[in-house]
C-alpha cells in the first residue's frame, strides 16, 4: 500500500514594516560598505555587515524561521486522514469530489525554503466541506511518494497544478 506522509503547517510571514525596516538597512549599509570607503574601525565594517545581512534576510523575506506545525496528513491509496486541532479525520477518496494541490516545490537550499516551500492541498468532501492545508513537501524523496499517490488509479481524477514551473 502507498503511502504519504506530511506535516501541516502555518508558515509565518515577514510584516510589512520590518521588510521596509530590512531594505532600508540595506541600502544604508551597502552605501557605507561598497561605496563610501572610509578608512574606519574595523569593528564598523563588522558591524555594517552584519546590518547588510540582516536586511537582506528581513528585506527579501527570507524565512528561516520554522513554520508552525498544526497537525498531520496522512495520504493513501483508500483515505485521507487529517490529524488536526486534536482532531482525527479520515475519509475515503470515493467520499471526495475535489482534491486540488498548488504545488510549488521541496524545500532545499536553492529554494525559497530549507523547510519547504508553500504547497496547498484543496480538498472538497462530498457534504461540500472545503479544507485548504498547507503542506511540506521536505524534499525530491518526499515528492516522489506525493507524485506516486496522486498518480494512483484511485485518485489519478484530481487536479495538479504548478505555481512554479517545476516538473510534478
Not at 124 to 145: C, Q, S
Amino acid at each position: 500500500m502507498l503511502g504519504f506522509k506530511t506535516d501541516i503547517v502555518k508558515s509565518r510571514e515577514i510584516k510589512k514594516r520590518y521588510r521596509i525596516l530590512g531594505g532600508v538597512a540595506i541600502l544604508v549599509s551597502a552605501y557605507f560598505i561598497f561605496i563610501d570607503k572610509q578608512d574606519w574601525d574595523p569593528a564598523i565594517h563588522i558591524i555594517l555587515g552584519v546590518l547588510y545581512l540582516g536586511g537582506m534576510s528581513l528585506g527579501f523575506g527570507i524565512p528561516f524561521i520554522k513554520p508552525v506545525k498544526k497537525g498531520k496528513l496522512i495520504l493513501d491509496n483508500e483515505n485521507i486522514e487529517i490529524y488536526k486541532e486534536g482532531r482525527i479525520r479520515s475519509f475515503p477518496w470515493s467520499a471526495i469530489d475535489n482534491v486540488r494541490l498548488q504545488y510549488s516545490g521541496y524545500g532545499s537550499w536553492w529554494s525559497h525554503s530549507i523547510y519547504g516551500n508553500k504547497n496547498y492541498l484543496l480538498i472538497t468532501t462530498g457534504e461540500g466541506e472545503k479544507m485548504d492545508l498547507e503542506i511540506l513537501v521536505k524534499n525530491k524523496k518526499h515528492k516522489e511518494e506525493l507524485k506516486e499517490i496522486l498518480n494512483s488509479p484511485t485518485v489519478s481524477r484530481f487536479t495538479i497544478s504548478n505555481l512554479l514551473n517545476n516538473s510534478f
